[in-house]
């Protein structure tokens, strides 16, 4: 396989930049965005191609991005950076800049010995949405689908070669898989420990996501999901739909309406078909969790005094399970200090020949026989204790936040 030809053709705007900062390659996709020609960035250090706007003195978008650069040199794992407002001087304009908005996610290529050798920096423009969203927070739900459908088109394309592809180097999938299931960063001042576990012969690629954002206020978003399926089609689909629901929760009012756009953009993605999710927007202010499901199995709510709350009264049937647009469901909760929420995919806690009731008291146990252990540790001893020894046979992904 060429993969420098797959490389050249990827719709998403990708650059190669050494350990140096110093930018390797770019793809057709990049050069067009970012509206330079391969000359101009090829061997020259990234920030003296794309330095600050010098007119806006609270731009940030150089040392945002070179944190996150360093993170991942450091540390050698990737680092999805929050949405940026990051301008771009104007093609055939020097020193005019204008305002756009980025979705980053830095990944490491390392060598033989674990060093970095080199960072793959993907990015997806997101400036209209964002435009849309300012202008009108809870958003034309049907106009925001249809420019997160367009923006889709040319990696559906990519996908349908991928899906045809049997024997991918291992070294590829796994950076496929890191670089649409990042781990997240601290959101805010809060921490959360995430999980993934492939099903046993999944080649470490699947349709579980979840997906972290800080909101205004000190507020948050996570969502996990579930694409039917496994394997590089299922994943295929699964960075589509997580990718467009991390952007609606960004804009619109609240986890219900993120989820109507992303069943609208949903009819329009092959294979997105009875594909679950459960959004969730947590505000530390009011002490509040607001939540909404799309099919999927409840949100676990652990109370200080050890008893666990199922947040199932906002469950609606999966995406694409109705013909026609129906405004979803949305609860609220209230938590106290150091409760801990748990959002997971069906692959933690269902088993063949096994009521879902089963699997849910044991989650409900385990939590509540390890209410003291910080994020990291809960979220090692669930899957140690809810996952069949021998391998599972689906997917599974889990999110823990101490609240």
């Not at 997806?124 to 739900?141: F, W």
Request: charged residues 25%; hydrophobic residues 45%.
């Amino acid at each position: 396989m060429d993969y420098a030809a797959v490389f050249q053709a990827l719709p998403g705007a990708i650059l190669l930049i050494t350990p140096e900062l110093v930018i390797a390659d770019a793809n057709e996709a990049l050069l067009r965005r970012a509206g330079r020609e391969r000359g101009q960035l090829i061997g020259r250090f990234l920030f003296e191609v794309f330095p600050d706007n010098p007119d806006d003195p609270d731009a940030s978008g150089t040392r945002n991005l070179r944190a996150s650069l360093e993170r991942v040199v450091a540390s050698g794992a990737p680092d999805t950076m929050a949405l940026q407002r990051y301008d771009v001087e104007a093609p055939g304009r020097p020193g005019v800049f204008e305002e756009r908005y980025w979705s980053p996610v830095n990944a490491p290529v390392l060598d033989a010995d674990g060093r970095v050798q080199l960072i793959v920096h993907r990015v997806e423009e997101v400036t209209e949405t964002v435009r849309a969203g300012a202008g009108d927070r809870v958003g034309d739900r049907e106009r925001m689908a249809a420019e997160l459908y367009t923006r889709a088109q040319e990696l559906q394309e990519v996908n349908e070669r991928l899906r045809q592809a049997n024997d991918w180097e291992r070294e590829v999938v796994l950076a496929l898989q890191e670089a649409m299931l990042p781990a997240p960063q601290p959101v805010g001042h809060h921490r959360a420990a995430v999980r993934y576990h492939p099903a046993v012969g999944a080649l470490n690629v699947c349709g579980d996501w979840y997906d972290l954002a800080e909101l205004p206020g000190d507020r948050m978003a996570v969502a996990v999901g579930d694409v039917v399926g496994n394997g590089l089609a299922a994943a295929c689909v699964m960075g589509q739909l997580r990718s467009a629901l991390s952007a609606a929760a960004r804009v619109v009012a609240g986890p219900a309406r993120a989820l109507e756009v992303l069943g609208i953009y949903a009819r329009s993605v092959d294979g997105a078909e009875s594909t679950t999710a459960v959004q969730a927007f947590i505000d530390w202010t009011t002490h509040t969790i607001a939540y909404s499901s799309a099919g999927h199995p409840p949100p676990a709510l652990l109370h200080p005094d050890g008893t666990v709350e199922l947040l199932d009264r906002a469950t609606d049937p999966p995406l694409g399970a109705r013909p026609e647009h129906v405004e979803r469901p949305e609860a609220r909760v209230t938590f106290g200090d150091d409760a801990v929420l748990a959002l997971y995919t069906d692959g933690l806690i269902e088993r063949r020949r096994e009521d879902i009731d089963v699997g849910l008291g044991r989650l409900a146990d385990a939590l509540t026989r390890h209410r003291g252990a910080d994020a990291e540790a809960l979220a090692d001893a669930l899957l140690a204790e809810l996952l069949p020894p021998g391998g599972a046979t689906d997917d599974a992904a889990l999110v823990i936040i101490r609240l």
